[in-house]
């Protein structure tokens, strides 16, 4: 099964995105591999969304030969992707591969980490910048952002996605790698989306850095440290 339920997340089962993200792991991967990894690990989940949760209809088609019958998505064109700057955008990349069309919006999220973690394990969140499409019954929505760690960014981000929406038809929290008090944090404060994701680390450090896990993303897509 390439999606597998593993009761507090999804996780997406793929033997090729497990390969991509294993390199991703690694140290030695530098920038320009590790930031295209990102973009060929978000095309991939973004098939495994489309064979997962969206349903097909046939329809009529005229071969050059016959007349016949074909399978196509339904509700390619109604997509919502949500970009969690910054290192999401070339998570993001690889997603509009598989949703060409979808509408997409930003939010720039980031912990304060001057003030640090407190004793729940949460982070006080920075919004910078938030722009949003408009959202409806028929979308669905991809929320994405490679480390889910201790969720205080995710759940910051969900509040002002679920403020804009009238609706929806899913709505899916999409990472690379999760750590489990992430998963439990935005379960427990988010009945809405589905936690999707390609890896379940084992646990957090001191610092809310998710172990093993992959380093700080966006410094390692965009060389900034």
Do not use: W
């Amino acid at each position: 099964m390439p999606i597998e339920d593993r009761d507090d997340a999804y996780l997406i089962t793929h033997a090729l995105a497990k390969d991509t993200l294993s390199k991703l792991r690694d140290v030695e991967t530098e920038q320009v591999a590790f930031r295209k990894g990102l973009v060929k690990l978000g095309r991939i989940a973004g098939y495994e969304i489309i064979d997962g949760a969206m349903e097909t209809e046939f329809v009529s088609i005229e071969t050059p030969m016959a007349e016949t019958t074909g399978e196509r998505v339904k509700g390619l064109d109604d997509v919502v992707i949500v970009n969690v700057l910054r290192a999401a955008t070339p998570f993001v990349e690889g997603l509009l591969k598989a949703f060409p069309r979808a509408k997409q919006g930003v939010i720039s999220a980031g912990r304060d980490e001057d003030a640090g973690m407190n004793d729940d394990g949460e982070f006080p969140i920075k919004i910078d910048y938030v722009k949003l499409p408009e959202i409806t019954e028929k979308d669905t929505v991809i929320v994405a952002d490679p480390m889910l760690a201790t969720g205080s960014t995710m759940c910051t981000v969900l509040d002002h996605v679920l403020e804009e929406a009238t609706g929806f038809e899913n709505l899916f929290v999409l990472s690379a790698v999760s750590a489990p008090d992430g998963l439990l944090r935005v379960g427990s404060q988010f009945d809405e989306p589905d936690l999707l994701t390609v890896a379940i680390d084992d646990h957090l450090d001191e610092r809310g850095y998710i172990i093993p896990g992959l380093g700080d993303a966006g410094d390692r897509a965009f060389r900034t440290k």
